[in-house]
Each structure stands twice: as C-alpha cells, then as structure tokens.
C-alpha cells in the first residue's frame, strides 16, 4: 500500500481533515498539515491509537478458529379432520436444525500477515468506522475516554436492527482481523464495493450487500467484549442459502457431510409429520368406531340426515371412517328442527329477528303476513308481535325490556358495591306559594355562608350550592319552587332529603303551599315549614300553623311531627335555627353515602354554553368524581374536562352531597338524568346510544301511557290497579265535589287516587306531578297555560277539560268500567246423542248423533258427557251431514261428529255444544 497525505487518507476515510489532523495529533504523529505524507507505519500507529481509544487491545491478531452457527427452525402444520362433524384439527411441527461451520486458522485466509492485513482494513473497512460511529454517537466518541465505544456501536446496531422479527439463522463470525470492521460493515452495507477482494469471504457472511433491517447483531460471546462486534444474526434463511461463498471456501469434506446431515434431518422430519398424520388417523378411526357403538341403540344418522332406512344398500359403502382421512370438513343436516331461544328486545327490527332465528328475512315477512302484519325488513316490530312470530316459527322466544338490556350493559361498568359507607350532608329543596319569600331565603343562607366562606368567588348559579355549618354541611338545591322538583320527580330522580315549605307569616297558607305539601308528601320527603316574614307586624304564625293543620301538617307542639320555625329572609331572623332544624332532621333520617369509588349521581341542570360547550351541574350522590373521568349522563357521555364549584372555583375532585359543574360532554343531559363514572369508553357510548333510541320510543309510549282510554288495556295486562288523578278547578267548592265524587268510584278492583287537588290554571307543575304518577290531568273550568301546553304536548299527558261535574264523573266511570274484568256467561246451544260409532283409519272415532236439542255448531266448543258427568271438553273436529260437511245442524237431525283429540266416544255419550259470551260490567 502506498504511503498517502494527510487529506488524501481524510477522503478515504470520509471524515473531515481537521478531525483526521486531531487525531493524528492525538496520536502523536508528526503529520500536521494536510499535504504531510503518513507511513503506512504512521497508518498503524493512528489505528492503534484510535483502537486504544475506544478501548481495545491495539493487537487484535487473535487466531481463534472462525466459527459459523446455522440455526434453523421449520414450523410445518398438518390439517388433520377428526370424527365428522368436528372441525378439523391443525398440528404444529417444529424442526430445529443447528449447523457449525469451523474455519481453522490454516485457511489462506488466516494465514495473511496481520502487517498487510491492518493498514488495507484500516482504508477499506475500518474507515468507514470512524465517521459513522462517530457521526452516530458523537458523545461517547467525544468522550471517548470515559465510555466503551464497542458499547455504543453495539447499541447503534441493535436499534437499527429492531424490526427483524425472529432470529431464523445465526451467524458467529470471530475474524482473525479486526472485530469492528464487521459490524460497521452491516451498518455500511452500501459501502461495500469499496471492500477489498481479498476480505470479501469475511464480508459476505456480514454484509452480503443486504438491507440493515435484515441483519441483527448481538452479542453473543459474553467472555469477550470485542466479540460484540463480530457476533451477528442474519434473519433469513433463504438469503443465508445465497450466501454460498462461504460455504464454498469449506472443505469439501465438511460441506459433504453437512449436506449428508441436512438430507438426513429432511427425511427425518418428513417420517416425523408422517408418522403424526398416521397417528391422528388412527385416532380419529378410533373415535369413530366409538361413537358406532354408542349410537348402534338409537338410528344411525347418514350423511344426508335421513334414517338409516337404506341400511343394506348403506351395507355396499365404505364406511365413513374412510372420509376424515381425506381431511375434509364434515356438513351433517340436522335431523331435528333446531329450536333457538330468541332474545327479544322491547322493539325489534324484521331483518334482526331473522338473524336471531337463523333464518332469511324474506320468511320472517312471510310469517307477519300471515299475522296479518305489513312489514318491510327495516322496520321495526313490537316485542308481543314477535314474540308470536317467534313462537310460530317453532323458536323459543325470551323476552327483554329494555332495561335488562341496559342493566346488562351497565353490568359490564357497574362493580358491586359493597363500599363503606359514611355520613353525608342533607340535599334540601325550598318550595313554597308566590312571593312567600323562596328566593329571598335562598340568597340569604348563600349569602351569609358560601360568600364569606369563599371571598373573590363570583357567584355562580349552577343549580344548588353547598353551605359549611357548624354540625356539617347542608346542599341546596338553588331550583326553587316544586316546577324544578317536580320535573326531577318526573324522571325518578328524588334527589331531596329534606322540603322546606316557606309560607308567608302575613300572607298564610295558599293554593302553593298546599300544592308543595302534597309534592313533598308524594315524594315521601319529610317537611319542615319556615313560616318567613317574621319581621312583620301583620305576621301570625298562629293563624299559619292552625291552616297547615288541616292539610294534615301538624307542628311538634301541636303534637304532630312537623318543626315549624319563624324566620325572616329580610332580616335574617331565625335562619340559623332553621339549619339546626336541618341537620336534626338529617341525623334521624342518618343519611349515608359512600366516599370511595366511582361517583354516581343526578343531573341538577344543564345548558349549552357557547365557548365552553355543553354544562351540566351534577350532584355527586356515591363516590368522588374526579377531573379526567369518563362519565355517562342520560344519553349524554364524555370526559371530564374541567370541574367548577358553586363560586366558578376549578376543582379536582367532589364527593357526595356535592353539587358540581362539569365539562366535556357530548351534549346536554336533562335534569333528573341519572350520571355515572364508567372505565370503559365503548360501554357508555353504547349505552348512550340505546337511551337515546330508548328515548324515542318511550315518548310514543308515554303518549300512551296516560290515556284514559288505554287505562282498561293497561289494566287488563295487570299494570294497573288504580287510576291516578290530578284535578285543577275553578273553585274551591267545585274541587272538593269533584274529588268526592270521582274517589267514591273505587271498587275493590279499581281504586281512583286524586294524587293532587288544586284551585287555578293547569301549570308545569301539575304536567309534571301528572307525568310523574302517570296520572290524567283534568282541568275543570280551568285550562292549561302556554308552557304546561307544550310540555303536554310533548310528553303526551292525557288531559281533559270539564265544565260540568256530571260529564267529568260519568267519563271517569266509563273508564273504570271497562276496566273491570268483564263477566264471561255460557250458553248450551244444542244437545246430540251419540247412537253410534264409527271408526275410519283417516279420521278415527266419528260419532253418529241425532241432534235432540237446539243445534250443533261446528266451531263452538262442546262437552262430552257419559252419564251426565262431563268427561271431556273440547272442540269439534268434524261435523258432516252424510257425506257433506256441514257447519251447523238443526234439532231432529242426524249426524256425523269427529271430536278433536278425543277418539273415546262411545253410543249413549251426548255432546253438549255451548256458546261463551262476555258481558260487561257496570258500575
Ligand atoms: N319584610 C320581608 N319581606 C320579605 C321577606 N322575605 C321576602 N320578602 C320580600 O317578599 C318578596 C318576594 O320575595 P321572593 O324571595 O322573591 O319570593 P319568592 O317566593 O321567591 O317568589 P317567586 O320567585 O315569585 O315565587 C320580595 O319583595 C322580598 O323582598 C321577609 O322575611 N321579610
């Protein structure tokens, strides 16, 4: 090799001269500008340095054997069918070969003097070491000092190498040369021309010009840290096949040998999967030859599903066993029907019925048809309808509401609860007639107690706030009067602990009060009345309590069961008694909620802000919520984004009893709607979409609910047993003569409840206490406001105006009436005696008859009597006149009567032929 200059060597080497000129300087070299000329002398002593400085031995002529591992893995897999019927069996053969190549110092190869060797390393492979080690790892270079550089290359090759999926192939290479110049060429495999003919033996195990990706390298001689460089896996076998050059520089000997190997373990395998096919087959002739025997008793099915009736033809065939041999998938008709258990939701689509069934659509219409039902295969037909489909078509149908369905659903995100549990604040609601002072009192407790507990809050009004006394905390629901209350009743959602009747000291006990009464008294809250105004002088809280008495509310010192306190929300006055009223009337009712765990609770309100989406105030009643959790809210579902208290203060978490803002979901929830933490994402959409079609539904079916006239169906299907009323009138004198005379209905049967009474105009209020005990509203005198018309409408409550007392109460009657059971009364219509009997092979026992008495109807039912005990009843099967059918025969005549499923008559029975009518009841 010819000596070269400084700048010539840095263009070899692709690196920068100035780098090439340190590191000659490093070295200790003269050359110190790039047109100096270096030795190849100067070349080994800059290698030597370089290599000291990445750690290594500077002599590196180590004569180890050159050792080559083969490592194949074959996975085969044979398909083997087992008896008919079952699904075919798949076997996995795994064959592992290990080859080892040695390739001994002696080899030309080996032999080359280490003075010649190194300096044409260092300018073919060697150079390309140092910028890409260097280029990659410009730290551990730079420090060179302080860490292994082996190290780091081994990492660069080790990420470059991820992808490859599993080592098939293992090639160990321990060069008698330079280790590094091996690995760097696997990083630089498009280097490679560059490489030196007489190293291209060494080079083709490594680089073999093939993607990076494919080759892993690895450490694998754990002894000998230099090894790191020189270990490297080749992932394919196929390409370790083209890499024939290596094989051929072997001895012919040790190639033979190898390939004589090679044959023998190929053959081996191939006995092997032989052998095991073989072995499955006997297996599988066994199972079948037991499953002969077992079913010798009962007949044997063929292939075609029909009996073994051609059993001597059958005699002639090969016997199945023969087939599962040919591996083929057996497909048996099933000899019975096969009757399925079909789920059948509140409502169901045609084409999800048929699939349910195992059948095609087209005859699912087929059979609605015959139901005398149109349908398309989209539409969507009601549980009783396909349930009779369903029976009819030979299945067994079970029957889902739509809240199995969901419960089902929520079962998957809902754990059982068996949290502990711990005292929580109260939830109270102010109701209370106009201008009594609802408000007032409610600014006040926020006032005096959230604002000076949270100074530089803004006040929020997010539908209920909590306030901090000394015995504990106390949350209000900031909705007053009974509308908000009543419209959560409306969705089963009774949030309140406690109702706060207010009545106006100076104004007494009005239409409002007694309505907030009779909604507390539903709702089954207890009471408290804060008899407010206080501070007046025309106020008489005698004159208050001696009214609520006789609407049943009696004060404690009155021997009732009610706490009465005066208050002033002007004032003040009494406010902090009436809280200590509260928290007494908590600790009897000792409510309790647990802490821990995922929140659950109940949309307060919620509203579509316009930079922060959809709003809702939830009030935590089980758990903690916290920011981040997925929620479920009604039909509405999301992440919570961001959490705000009562004073627009951002918060992390809130437990029960807590009354909190949230962001992030997916639209706006309505009060009342039931929220839940769910973990899984997928569960709550679907369940919000199920609520949301649920939705649909039940509004037509709220439609229904609460109509007078669907009053006696729902009775008949045993859902009702009383009829729910709420009466507003013009008059006080008109609503007591309604009331009584519209209860007095009641019969032991049916029972007719004034859920509420009500002088004045039908408002949201009384649509909403309607809906909420699907009551029917009637308005006597009195119509509905705007509001409550529409909210009439949409729900579909079943309202009637009056005018006249009498019309009101006759149409209520009308309604019970029908639903009373009505009265089913029989009639003989005819008598025959049987003189004879004939029996036919195709129509069995046919009974000769005269017809003694009125006349025999060939679809009534009819009795037989022997004796004048009756002995069976039923239907007829055939009634003819000589040889005709008749449908009806008269007195004196004779004829032929088949009875259905009764072949036992005899000469002397009569069958008696009787008529069943319903006759309705009246009141
Ligand atoms: N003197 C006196 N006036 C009061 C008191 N409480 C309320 N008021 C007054 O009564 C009026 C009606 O009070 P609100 O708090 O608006 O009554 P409300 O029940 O909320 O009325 P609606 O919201 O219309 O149902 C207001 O003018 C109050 O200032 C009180 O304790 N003393």
Not at 849 to 877: A, H, S, T, W
């Amino acid at each position: 090799m010819s000596d070269k200059t400084v700048r010539q060597l840095a263009e070899v080497v692709k690196i920068p001269l100035e780098r090439l000129l340190e590191q000659l300087k490093e070295a200790g070299l003269s050359a110190s500008s790039p047109d100096d000329v270096i030795s190849e002398d100067e070349k080994m002593q800059l290698l030597g340095h370089l290599r000291k400085r990445h750690g290594k031995p500077e002599d590196n002529t180590a004569g180890s054997p050159r050792r080559v591992t083969l490592e194949r893995r074959k996975v085969t897999e044979i398909k083997q069918a087992t008896a008919p019927g079952n699904s075919a069996k798949t076997i996995s053969v795994e064959v592992r070969k290990k080859k080892t190549f040695i390739k001994r110092p002696e080899h030309k190869e080996a032999e080359v003097p280490k003075v010649v060797q190194q300096p044409a390393l260092i300018e073919t492979v060697a150079a390309p070491l140092l910028p890409v080690v260097e280029a990659v790892l410009p730290e551990q270079v730079g420090a060179a000092g302080s860490e292994p550089a082996q190290e780091a290359v081994v990492a660069v090759v080790e990420t470059l190498t991820e992808p490859v999926p599993e080592p098939v192939v293992e090639l160990v290479n321990e060069p008698v040369s330079i280790p590094e110049v091996e690995t760097v060429t696997t990083k630089t495999a498009q280097d490679k021309p560059k490489a030196k003919p007489d190293h291209a033996p060494k080079a083709k195990g490594v680089d073999a010009a093939r993607p990076v990706a494919a080759v892993d390298a690895d450490l694998i001689d754990d002894n000998d840290p230099e090894d790191k460089f020189a270990t490297i896996k080749i992932k394919d076998d196929k390409k370790v096949k083209q890499d024939k050059p290596i094989k051929a520089k072997e001895s012919d000997e040790v190639r033979k040998k190898q390939q004589e190997k090679e044959r023998r373990l190929e053959e081996s395998i191939k006995k092997n999967a032989e052998k095991v096919r073989q072995q499955a087959a006997a297996k599988q002739q066994e199972l079948y030859k037991k499953k002969q025997e077992e079913g010798a008793a009962a007949p044997a099915r063929t292939s075609s599903g029909k009996d073994n009736k051609k059993g001597k033809k059958k005699g002639k065939q090969s016997p199945r066993v023969a087939m599962p041999s040919e591996n083929r998938h057996q497909f048996e008709m099933p000899v019975a029907p096969i009757v399925k258990e079909v789920t059948i939701p509140e409502m169901i689509i045609v084409s999800d019925l048929a699939q349910k069934m195992s059948v095609k659509a087209a005859l699912v219409i087929k059979h609605l048809m015959k139901l005398g039902i149109m349908a398309t295969i989209n539409q969507s037909i009601d549980q009783e309808t396909a349930v009779i489909l369903v029976e009819d078509m030979g299945h067994k149908p079970i029957m889902q509401s739509d809240d199995d369905l969901e419960q089902e659903m929520l079962a998957e995100v809902l754990m059982e609860d068996n949290r502990v549990e711990l005292p929580r604040a109260p939830i109270v609601t102010i109701m209370g007639h106009v201008d009594h002072g609802k408000t007032s009192l409610l600014d006040y407790i926020r006032k005096t107690r959230v604002a000076a507990g949270e100074a530089g809050g803004i006040t929020q009004h997010i539908g209920a706030y909590q306030v901090k006394t000394d015995h504990g905390a106390v949350t209000f629901l900031d909705t007053p009067g009974h509308a908000a209350f009543t419209a959560m009743r409306a969705r089963g959602a009774d949030v309140t602990d406690v109702v706060i009747v207010v009545v106006a000291a100076d104004d007494g006990v009005m239409p409002q009060t007694k309505e907030a009464v009779e909604h507390a008294r539903a709702a089954n809250v207890p009471i408290i009345v804060a008899m407010n105004k206080i501070d007046k002088p025309e106020a008489n809280p005698d004159k208050v309590m001696q009214e609520l008495s006789t609407i049943n509310v009696l004060a404690e010192e009155w021997g009732g069961d009610v706490q009465f306190l005066k208050i002033s929300a002007k004032t003040g006055a009494g406010i902090d008694d009436l809280i200590e009223a509260l928290i007494v009337q908590t600790e009897i009712l000792e409510l309790k909620a647990p802490v821990e765990g995922a929140a659950s609770g109940i949309v307060i309100e919620s509203r579509l802000d316009k930079g922060r989406g959809a709003v809702a105030t939830v009030l935590i009643q089980k758990g903690t919520l916290e920011n981040g959790q997925m929620v479920l809210c009604g039909h509405e579902y999301g992440r919570v984004r961001a959490m705000f208290n009562e004073n627009g203060k951002a918060i992390k978490e809130a437990g029960p009893s807590v009354p909190v803002e949230i962001l992030g979901l997916s639209g706006t929830p309505f009060a009342g709607d039931e929220f839940l933490v769910v973990q899984n994402e997928r569960v709550a959409k679907d369940l919000a979409k199920h609520r949301e079609d649920r939705k649909k539904f039940s509004r037509q079916a709220a439609q229904q609910a609460s109509k007078l006239d669907e009053v006696f169906s729902r009775m008949t299907a045993g859902e009702l047993a009383s009829v729910n009323l709420v009466i507003k009138t013009d008059v006080q004198g008109s609503l007591e003569a309604l009331r009584g005379s519209l209860v007095a209905l009641s019969n032991d049967e049916v029972e007719v409840k004034v859920i509420f009474g009500g002088v004045g105009g039908i408002n949201e209020g009384d649509v909403n206490l309607a809906l909420a005990s699907g009551a029917i509203l009637i308005g006597f005198n009195v119509r509905a406001d705007a509001t409550s018309r529409r909210l009439i409408e949409e729900k579909g409550v079943d309202l009637h105006y009056y005018s006249v007392i009498y019309d009101a109460i006759d149409e209520v009657k009308k309604s019970i009436s029908g639903m009373l059971a009505p009265e089913i009364r029989e009639h003989i219509v005819g008598l025959a005696e049987v003189r004879d009997v004939f029996r036919s092979p195709k129509f069995g026992a046919i009974a000769g008859c005269m017809v003694i008495d009125g006349f025999v109807k060939r679809n009534l039912p009819i009795r037989v009597l022997r004796e004048n005990v009756v002995i069976f009843e039923g239907q007829l099967e055939s009634l003819r006149r000589f040889k005709d059918d008749a449908s009806e025969v008269k007195m004196g005549m004779e004829c032929g009567i088949g009875v259905k499923n009764y072949n036992d008559v005899q000469a002397g029975d009569q069958i008696e032929v009787f008529e069943r009518t319903e006759v309705k009841r009246v009141l």
